[in-house]
T-cell receptor, first 112, second 117 residues
Framework: DQQVKQNSPSLSVQEGRISILNCDYTNSMFDYFLWYKKYPAEGPTFLISISSIKDKNEDGRFTVFLNKSAKHLSLHIVPSQPGDSAVYFC???????????FGTGTRLKVLA | GAVVSQHPSWVICKSGTSVKIECRSL??????MFWYRQFPKQSLMLMAT?????????EQGVEKDKFLINHASLTLSTLTVTSAHPEDSSFYIC?????????????FGPGTRLTVT
């Protein structure tokens, strides 16, 4: 039972354009969401987060949108750069805990 | 800040032997550490949560006698895969959270690639 889903295993975007990565979740008990970026053979690095009481959080080129009614969040990267090429995981936290459930990841390739 | 290291970065062992993986928080005290495993093209799966000085809490389906976790200090947790078998081959990643770092974030180590032959 996959509670956090990233339905697109891969995405290719031209440099300078917008990258949109999507994530859907099923559990209403999630209260915090994060995006992590992961390079091969490395651990994930934190990118950006959003609390369930907000619908948008922005940090430089990265913006995360949360639609609670649809149980959907998305990560926008604009403009996309070749260095953004990596696997992106979304993660959701169970309310009141530090337990995170990760999605399966989306491999982003930014083409120069 | 908030650096987490893992050792070794990769290890090959023979079936039936045990392997120990270390996870260290280098610049903060990790009150809680987490161990994940990741199979190719799959998600990070939480195996267990450990708090310093207490027994680890294992996720459903994770054999606690096979994956021994020790969190003896605020900067070190170890995962020992006992009597390893080829199906234990995976990428093991630890993460840590603690005082002085964001309460929402976990800081991940670089991972350990285990191959059991």
């Amino acid at each position: 039972d996959q509670q956090v889903k990233q339905n697109s295993p891969s995405l290719s975007v031209q440099e300078g354009r917008i990258s949109i990565l999507n994530c859907d979740y099923t559990n209403s008990m999630f209260d915090y969401f994060l995006w992590y970026k992961k390079y091969p053979a490395e651990g994930p690095t934190f990118l950006i987060s959003i609390s369930s009481i907000k619908d948008k959080n922005e940090d430089g080129r990265f913006t995360v949108f949360l639609n609670k009614s649809a149980k959907h969040l998305s990560l926008h990267i604009v403009p996309s750069q070749p260095g953004d090429s990596a696997v992106y995981f979304c993660a959701a936290r169970y309310s009141g805990t530090y337990k995170y459930i990760f999605g399966t990841g989306t491999r982003l390739k930014v083409l120069a | 800040g908030a650096v987490v290291s893992q050792h070794p970065s990769w290890v090959i062992c023979k079936s039936g032997t045990s392997v120990k993986i270390e996870c260290r928080s280098l610049d903060f005290q990790a009150t809680t550490m987490f161990w994940y495993r990741q199979f190719p093209k799959q998600s990070l799966m939480l195996m267990a949560t450990s708090n310093e000085g207490s027994k680890a809490t294992y996720e459903q389906g994770v054999e606690k006698d096979k994956f021994l976790i020790n969190h003896a200090s605020l900067t070190l947790s170890t995962l020992t895969v006992t009597s390893a078998h080829p199906e234990d081959s995976s990428f093991y990643i630890c993460s840590a959270k603690g005082e002085g770092v964001s309460p929402y974030e976990q800081y991940f180590g670089p991972g350990t690639r285990l191959t059991v032959t």
